[in-house]
DNA sequence: AAAATTTTGGATAAAAAAGATCCAATTAGA
DNA sequence: TCTAATTGGATCTTTTTTATCCAAAATTTT
């Protein structure tokens, strides 16, 4: 029950690109600053810009950059773009895979864990996970509980 | 991000056994019962015996039973028996093995998740789990919202 | 147009984890 | 003692994870 390396790189690679605003990043920039190895690195790029989360531009000066603003991309989106939809047992996808899941009560306790974890991570923007060097001088606001 | 057959299995034998009360139940038993494979059920169930959760009797008449009440045992104890404790990423059980855990933010949402989840499976209660024939008739009680 | 740089996409592979299965030895009731 | 039951260790197969390699394609610069 722990997500998968890619998934991590894959919600590194998109916090960095946040951080970078609206500039495209080569793909070596990444990998060193963010500590994924480059051709793994490429194979997540891929995924996430066929969910459309990310551009990929090819050739020289070519590299990665947000598709969207971070604003509106969620951590559900990222973990789910990689790992497929979140699902804690089998039963809850398709509940024809067990014969006992009309009135198996321990289903209905993963689909709630399900639904409690996707509602976490869909609360949670790329705006909220970049990381700020020093705290706002004049501002109290806090986006939410994670920054 | 997915539970293990095995523990599903787990959990799927502490049911049964909590639904036949203190009596020790061969694993042939069960196997059919619940759908297990016999000779895996039996890794499991020693599994859930170190942990201190079932009784295995061995020998002629063996079995197993539940070595606690079924209110006593929560669902959070039978998987962590066999999944290890919780972690959803590798830097919430172990902070030393990613460089950026001490600034990340993603980090803690991965640690808020881990409480969520942790949370939940541990409010539900094996008695919760118990599949009742038909529902009580003089009765409105409802221990939890999962029965 | 040629050179330089950067990604693609498909193949391949090593390692780890998951999911069993086998069986001789042991245990304990009858 | 006979019989029925589990143990514990070895083994095995399959699947998933985590990459890595490289020729081809794309794009900018010279
Ligand atoms: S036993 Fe219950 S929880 Fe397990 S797979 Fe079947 S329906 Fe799901
Ligand atoms: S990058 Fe953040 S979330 Fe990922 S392993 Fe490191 S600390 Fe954990």
Redesign the pocket.
Known sequence: MKINRAT??G??LM?YLATEGGKTVPRAEVSSA?DIPSEFLAKIAQHLARAGLLEIKQGRMGGYRLKRSPEEITLLEIVEALEGEIFLNICVGDPKACRFSSTCKVHLVWKAAREGLRDLLGSIRLTNLIIKERPLQNSQERCCKYN
């Open positions: 991590d790189y919600v590194r916090v963010m």
